[in-house]
């Protein structure tokens, strides 16, 4: 519903920018395809996005028209003029790094040929004037009209992402634990899969800090906004580890049944407390990481013994004890301990 709710504000935004662009092109008795073509592409997700694309956008326009000028005036309303008009503006914006305005300059290009049938550097001006129209009114429809808010968009996809985090932390700890090394992949899909919703949410997070600079977050609601990027950092730094636990390749482990016991239920109850928020209790939460931490130090203290006083490699079981002891104290960090 939420994207809905956002896909809907932004069809809204862009009827109102049409609307008034065309209107305002009638008003001066200029041709309105070209500005609102220029307003229907200005509106992007953020007023800044909006600005920044605008300020490449209109020489690009001003490429795309002058070359539509040039040829039409050389060899008429032919298909060399189509052709040459388009392949020169892509090549000229492609050169000068006006990447963000190249398909709109193509089209001006080619569409101008149409109209144009005298006074040259008339149309050209008033193509100008019209691209201008259409920057102007779509980057004042994106900052006035339903400005974009993001706050509540990432709260609910850290919120999906988080289950989606114990979900995993739960499939991949115990695929090792019991051996089943052919869920590998399938556990390597689930990070993946995992990644991709951090990265979303990381973009929401951008575009949000891209509106502040217009619509500024204040009081509580800026705090939320910052414990929210405290979150998704605890959450990255979450995947980072059970990525090194998947790269790590353990085969067998040899633990008593009494520390994989503990073990076991240290990683449901932590895989819990990220699915359900009410199920995380800062005393258990303590209690379990004091009993892995201390097995991880009975198997740290083994390794300098007999024979392995000087280990070329960790041990599996202090490898999986790390990666674990380092999710919980990112757990404590994502709940704000």
């Known amino acids: 519903m939420k994207k809905l709710h956002f896909v809907g504000s932004r069809v809204v935004k862009t009827g109102v920018a049409i609307f008034v662009t065309a209107l305002i092109c009638e008003w ?3 041709p309105a395809v070209f500005a ?13 996005d909006s600005i920044k694309k605008g300020i490449v956008r209109f020489p690009a326009s001003a490429i795309g028209s002058a070359y539509a000028v040039l040829f039409i005036s050389i060899f008429g309303n032919s298909p060399l003029t189509y052709t040459l008009a388009a392949m020169f503006t892509i ?7 006006l990447h963000a305005g190249l398909l709109v300059a193509t089209l001006t290009a080619v569409a101008m040929i149409e109209v144009i ?12 004037g019209t691209t201008s129209i259409g920057l102007v009114v779509s980057t004042l429809v994106n900052m006035f009209i339903l400005p974009p808010h993001y706050t509540k968009n990432i709260s609910s996809s850290i919120q999906r992402t988080a289950i989606q985090t114990g979900k995993t932390i739960e499939r991949v700890f115990l695929t090792i634990l019991e051996g089943k090394q052919e869920q590998e992949l399938h556990n390597r899909e689930m990070v993946e899969q995992l990644d991709w919703g951090i990265h979303q949410t990381e973009t929401l997070v951008r575009f949000q800090k891209e509106e502040a600079k217009f619509h500024p977050l204040v009081g509580k609601e800026k705090n939320h906004f910052h414990h929210m990027q405290k979150q998704l ?3 990255r730094l979450i995947l980072y580890h059970l990525d090194n636990l998947i790269s790590s390749q353990i085969k067998t482990i040899a633990w008593t049944n009494d520390e994989r016991a503990i073990i076991l239920y240290a990683i449901k109850e932590l895989a819990e407390g990220l699915k359900d928020p009410s199920h995380y209790q800062t005393d258990k939460h303590a209690q379990h990481l004091k009993q ?5 130090w ?4 083994e390794i300098t013994r007999g024979d392995r006083r000087n280990p070329t490699s960790f041990p599996p079981e202090l490898i999986i004890l790390y990666e674990l002891v380092s999710i919980y ?5 994502y709940y704000g301990k």
């Open 28 to 30: 001066l008795d200029w």
């Open 36 to 48: 609102v073509i220029t307003a229907i592409v200005t509106i992007e997700p953020t007023v800044s």
């Open 91 to 97: 090549i000229t914006c492609f050169r000068l790094k």
């Open 117 to 128: 049938h005298s006074n040259y550097l008339i149309s050209f001006l008033i193509r100008l």
């Open 233 to 235: 950092g605890s959450l």
């Open 292 to 296: 892995i931490t201390e097995i991880f």
């Open 298 to 301: 009975e198997d740290n203290e």
């Open 329 to 333: 104290n990112q757990v404590d960090r």
